[in-house]
């Protein structure tokens, strides 16, 4: 689109330069061997005390709202010059065949098809990229989306609350955001995707990628069966000052962001403030209240996020008491294996207190926790607790 002309901007990462239709009035990526200043993971931090007073170390998103030239004089002051004038030498046209050739495609805000929620980021992408569905991304209504979010060090626990949250959501015909981290992000997903329902991931870094490289395959998955997009262009490297950038969109798409499990410093209470700063709902996953994975989400919960429990609880939040899920039913399961499921509770058990508890021998109570976990009714985690998934068994 002609439109995105004025809006592009460098990308440099290394010696390789990119088009970013992206961050808002020509947001773009510095890297040390750029800018001769700042740490190669956060370029821009040696000049955060020049345009953002106490918030030094801190990852703000004042300093991405900055314009091109105030950006560029406050972390290359003496190279500031040359990286506008090749901002202003780009060619659209050669950027947009680079898109064609690597199966992916461009949507600009002028585009019909653009998230008309994105326009309520003070500082909106000026396009995204994409691979997988477009139509994800044109038919997207806030209404109708859950961004679901959270640790990359996740428990057991949190992985399948995770799962089965997006997978119930899924089902009910909601579209999944999340950015596809180790984790809380990639077990949403995953959930998503096995339900048979739309989702959506968002990357820090470009759309032709996996990041981390380890979530490959489900990269291929999501762009297969989903949606993946970025606001930066094909190429380009990931840094961790980037993910702020990208929880801003997440948090856009979706009327309502979850958080299931995140620590007192984590991205995902980013995404949360985010949220809610754009008048957004947020929800939490109750965790133990000595789970250092679950102080972030907790925290939410005392501040007034809503509970979220299970799918149910987003659907009542969102859409108003009344809109139910069908149930989740698994295979049917005898009586023996009825009575272990009904002992784990919501704080799990390990095998012996289940043992006990039914007054079986170790090894049956092994056997039995065991089919109950192949039959997705029971997760165990890496100390051998076993926890109760969301799904129920049939009358």
Sequence with gaps: SPAIAGDTAVVVTGDIEAVAFALADGRRVWTRRTTGAGSPEVPPYVGKELVVADRRGARCAELLRLTDEDLARAVAPAKAGALLARRDRLDPARLRERLDREGMWACCRHDPGFPPALGDIGDAPVALLGRGRQELLTALEPENTVTIVGSRRATAYGRGIAEELAAGL???????????????????????????????????????????????????????????????????????????????????????????????????????????????????????????????????LRDGAAVIRDAQDVLDSMLGPGQRLAPNLGAAIDDDLRSVLSLLGDRGAVCDAIAVAAEIGPATAAERLARLELMGYARGDASGRYFRTLLEPPP
């Design 170 to 300: 899924a089902a009910a015909g909601m579209t999944v955001v999340s950015g596809m981290a180790n984790g809380i992000d990639a077990a949403a997903h995953r959930g998503a995707l096995e339900a048979g329902g739309g989702t959506i991931a968002v990357l820090g870094g470009g759309p032709d990628s996996a990041y981390p490289h380890r979530q490959r395959r489900l990269y291929e998955r999501i762009a297969e069966r989903g949606l993946v997009v970025s606001e930066l262009p094909p190429g380009a490297a990931t840094w961790r000052w980037m993910f702020p950038a990208r929880n801003r969109i997440m948090a856009a798409l979706a009327a309502m962001t979850v958080v299931v499990e995140a620590a007192e410093r984590s991205g995902s209470l980013i995404t949360a403030e985010m949220a809610s700063d754009l008048g957004r709902d947020v929800g939490a996953v109750p965790g133990p209240v000595s789970s250092w994975p679950s102080k972030g989400a907790n925290r939410l």
